[in-house]
């Protein structure tokens, strides 16, 4: 059910005396703090992973252990991107999901079917 324009006032108002209040507390409620931290997550793993294709190639021509290294650092970087772009993508998905976009035709037939359940007393 969509919110009336009084009520969505009101909600804005809370949510920016929330902000002006508590301004950490909102950021943790937004998850705007772990999703940069899953985001830098990756990018470091991306990094990672850079190095240990360079220390596979450097090993093949200097010594096998540091082959074997780049290995273990490119799969240990693959693993940890993977994970933290996953926490990315469904930490989007969950917040386009609460947040269903006002004046769709769904919503809109949603809000008159209530008001018209309201009107004859239901």
């Not at 949510?15 to 772990?34: N, Q, Y």
């Not at 969950?94 to 976009?101: E, M």
Request: net charge positive; aromatic share 6%.
């Amino acid at each position: 059910m969509a919110l009336s324009k009084d009520e969505q006032r009101l909600l804005e108002q809370m949510e920016a005396a929330l902000e002006a209040e508590d301004p950490e507390l909102a950021s943790t409620l937004r998850g705007t703090k772990t999703r940069k931290l899953h985001t830098r997550r990756a990018t470091l793993a991306g990094v990672a992973f850079v190095l240990g294709v360079a220390c596979l190639v450097v090993g093949m021509r200097v010594h096998f252990a540091l082959s074997i290294l780049g290995f273990v650092i490119m799969l240990a970087a693959t693993i940890i991107a993977i994970s933290s772009w996953r926490y990315v993508d469904e930490s989007a998905v969950r917040n386009s999901r609460k947040r269903p976009v006002d004046g769709s035709p769904f919503m809109d037939r949603m809000a008159d079917r209530w008001r018209k359940r309201q009107d004859e007393g239901f």
